[in-house]
């Protein structure tokens, strides 16, 4: 006899629907897992076996094989417990094997027969949904989460013996609490506000420009004149997240732990600042057998800042240049590839020395020249060549006037980033620093375009930077309803990415 019954898998954000089988067999007791199982789910056997136990069914003293199909794809994590416990018992002869082969089931099992919840229920539930099986099986602490889904039928499941009793099966009534989902560490909090930042007119028009045109941002200057406050505020001046992109973070944060059901889906674009000894894999993602998200991913579609950025190791900071260009970021491990997305805002901020008080005429800075040189030398070349805005930020002036509210400039970037969209939607970019540089040259005048062409020549920017500010220009034009951007734009965006070495 063989039992079946469906899960689901994750490769990264792709979720794959596989065939939990089951063949129950003469010959001396035995429990084997089949189809690469990681060690984590080889060790489901022992949980799967205890659980049964606990909710009152016998276990079949045969020879029992599992197989989970496709063979070559590799599973790892234990949320495929559930299916295996009702595989078996379905093909024992426990429970109504028709039934179970209608069902997805996901969950780990406790020794004590309870489901526990599991990492990456959202992605996993659109996925069964998209392969066109809508009926879910999930643990009681992740049905808000499945629920997310449109299209899913939930059953919120407390206890395996719940699961075998709607399959018929003679199991215990269980009287036991449900587990709560933990959450890790919840990234969700209402930014502040600008009108908190005092002065640092240059550097606002600086962040404004970079929210109306997802454009990455540098911003050197001394300890204590806003950096961080400016960073931090980024994210209160961009616009909510559309429906693809809500469920798209939402399921970065489910796979990461990160994500609170109770709130929904998450609207606000997220906002990531690791410290500065983050480690290569804290940051783009990593970990035992297929690698788990990093803090681009989790800051895809939102903001990663970045502070101290120059104390940050240059092979970590280096690791973000592809994700940088491509908006994605693949991981390539022994076990196979994972693809996360990583459209994010890199926001940079740094002193201009070690001890940070140098102002370009040395006084108050004990730092040498070299020490100077080497310090902002940690940010590559290449990298600092993909950062379409750098802009000093100036001790800032004593003012008792509170400075504009997030609301204001957030009017001014919606209506640019609308302006954009209106213009880029149909090719399916969304904003200028999505549009690719081949089709900004053809559609820009020439006369437009030749202060670009004069840095060129003299060595001022690269071909990749050239496309960068021409970006930055369409920008600038957007954010004051120009149709297209002038030499005005040009030379301004060309002062906004040259602002620090000026």
């Known amino acids: ?63 029992i094989t599992v197989n989970l199909s496709p063979a070559s794809l590799p599973k790892s994590g234990p949320a495929t417990d559930l299916a295996i416990a009702v595989a078996v018992l379905a093909a024992a002869r426990t429970l109504d094997a028709a039934r179970a082969r209608e069902l997805v089931l996901l969950g780990e099992l406790g020794l004590d027969g309870r489901v526990r919840p599991v990492r990456g229920v959202l992605p996993a539930v659109a996925a069964a949904v998209e392969a066109g099986s809508p009926r879910v099986v999930v643990p009681a602490g992740n049905a808000d989460e499945a629920a997310l889904v449109a299209g899913a039928t939930v059953d919120g499941a407390v206890a395996l013996a719940s699961v075998l009793r709607a399959l018929g099966a003679d199991a215990r009534p269980e009287s036991v609490e449900p587990v709560r989902a933990p959450v890790v560490a919840s990234t969700w909090s209402a930014p502040p506000d600008l009108a908190d930042v005092r002065g640092q007119t240059s550097a606002r028009v600086a962040l404004e420009v970079a929210a109306a045109g997802g454009h990455h941002l540098l911003m050197v200057g001394p300890p204590g004149a806003g950096k961080t406050m400016l960073a931090e505020r980024l994210p209160g001046i961009l616009p909510d997240l559309d429906d693809a992109e809500a469920v798209r973070v939402t399921a970065v944060h489910s796979l990461a732990g990160t994500f609170d059901a109770a709130r929904g889906l998450l609207r606000r674009p997220p906002f990531e600042a690791p410290h500065h000894t983050a480690s290569a894999a804290a940051i783009v993602g990593g970990g035992a057998g297929l690698a788990r998200p990093g803090a681009v991913s989790l800051a895809h579609a939102g903001v990663l800042f970045l502070d101290e950025a120059p104390e940050f190791p240059t092979r970590v900071l280096d690791t973000l240049r592809q994700p940088l260009e491509r908006g994605e970021i693949v991981l390539h491990r022994a076990h196979g590839a994972t693809r996360y997305p990583a459209r994010f805002q890199l926001v940079l901020a740094a002193n201009p020395c070690p001890c940070g008080h140098f102002a370009g005429t040395g006084e108050g800075c004990s730092c040498t020249a070299l020490a100077r040189r080497r310090y902002l030398g940690r940010l590559s070349g290449p990298l600092l060549d993909r950062i379409d805005i750098q802009v000093p930020v100036l001790a800032a002036a004593r003012s008792d006037e509170p400075g504009e509210p997030s609301a204001a400039a957030a009017a001014r970037v919606a209506a640019a980033r609308a302006a954009a969209s209106e213009r880029l939607a149909p090719h399916g970019w969304r904003t200028s620093a999505e549009a690719p540089g081949p089709w900004l040259r053809q559609v820009t005048s020439r006369q437009a375009c030749a202060g670009l062409w004069r840095a060129v020549d003299r060595g001022i920017l690269t071909a990749r930077g050239f496309d960068r500010a021409l970006r930055l220009a369409w920008t600038l034009a957007d954010l004051e309803g120009a149709p297209s951007p002038d030499s005005g734009h040009i030379t301004e965006a060309l002062a906004l990415r040259q602002g620090i070495t000026a």
């Open 1 to 63: 006899m063989i039992g079946r019954c469906r899960s689901v898998v994750l490769t990264g954000l792709a979720g794959h629907v596989i065939d939990v089988e089951a063949h129950v067999a003469r010959g001396l007791p035995a429990f084997t897992i089949v189809g690469l199982p990681d060690a984590s789910l080889a060790e489901a056997k022992d949980r799967v076996r205890a659980a049964v136990a606990s909710s009152g069914v016998e276990w079949p003293r045969q020879r």
